[in-house]
């Protein structure tokens, strides 16, 4: 029985086992995954596990998805210019980096009708999974991106002509009542917190927060409560999720799997 898990911490919200133990059932694959509670000192040794073949493959959430990739001996392209990977499978003898996040929140922009193209996007956070988005943004044809992070130091590693970072104190000027707001930070995972001021939003407003557990977070909720268009991250987590199966297992299991049942599925498992 291969063996795959998702390894991070926090890791007590993730659904990622019962996502992929859902799709192995449905598809008889003699797989199981499970969720690791992993701190930095022990990256070394799960990387162990994957050459020895103890684990197959691994999903890598906050806050390793940047820390991860020294150990890795091949990353892919696409992962090398986000700057985070979060899924790692062997190659022939070689660990191999990838990223799905990107994938995965286009798809899920793509799903729900929401449309970046020429448009100006603020993006809250400046992490492993900002990365992810910002790229996705880029590929998706954005105008502008403007960055919004605590430390405004680690949001101005990542300007280039696209992004323009600036500290979360400047957010009353920045932020525009007809703006597209995308939450990456985990403010909100564990309480009631808002990564911005709540007197910023507006109804015409689009809000998205890449956070799925819970379902609504209090950025969202209050962004539903005035007529605001929002969205949570399940269904990026999902496309991410089986996108990651399709690299280990080598074909289209995304193809075999109805996307709404499985939603459905894991809203059941928040619920």
Request: aromatic fraction near 8%; proline fraction near 3%; glycine fraction near 8%.
């Amino acid at each position: 029985m291969k063996q795959f898990a998702v390894i991070g911490n926090p890791i007590e919200h993730s659904l990622s086992p019962d996502l992929h133990n859902y799709v192995y059932k449905l598809l008889s694959i003699n797989a199981l995954y499970k969720k690791k509670k992993v701190f930095h000192s022990e990256l070394s040794q799960i990387m162990d596990d994957l050459r020895t073949g103890e684990l197959n493959g691994v999903n890598v959430t906050i806050p390793h998805k940047e820390n991860v990739i020294e150990y890795l001996d091949e990353i892919n392209p696409r992962a090398k210019t986000i700057g985070a990977v979060n899924v790692i499978h062997k190659n022939g003898d070689k660990l191999f980096g990838n990223n799905t996040d990107w994938f995965g929140f286009t798809s899920a922009l793509k799903k729900n009708g929401i449309k970046v193209s020429g448009k100006e996007v603020i993006v809250l956070g400046a992490g492993g999974t900002s990365k992810s988005i910002i790229f996705s943004l880029k590929q998706s044809g954005v105008k502008k991106i403007v960055l919004l992070n605590r430390t405004l130091q680690k949001a101005e590693e990542l300007q280039d002509d696209f992004v323009f970072p600036y500290s979360l104190d400047d957010s009353v000027q920045k932020i525009r009542n007809d703006s597209i707001i995308i939450n990456t930070t985990p403010i909100g995972m564990q309480n009631e917190q808002c990564p911005i001021d709540l007197g910023l939003l507006h109804e015409n407003q689009t809000l998205i927060d890449v956070i799925y557990t819970p379902m609504e977070t209090a950025f969202l909720k209050l962004g539903k409560k005035i007529g605001a268009k929002t969205l949570n991250g399940l269904d990026m987590f999902i496309y991410q999720g089986l996108t990651s199966m399709d690299l280990w297992f080598g074909e289209d299991i995304s193809k075999k799997v109805n996307f709404t049942q499985l939603n459905t599925y894991l809203k059941n498992k928040l619920c």
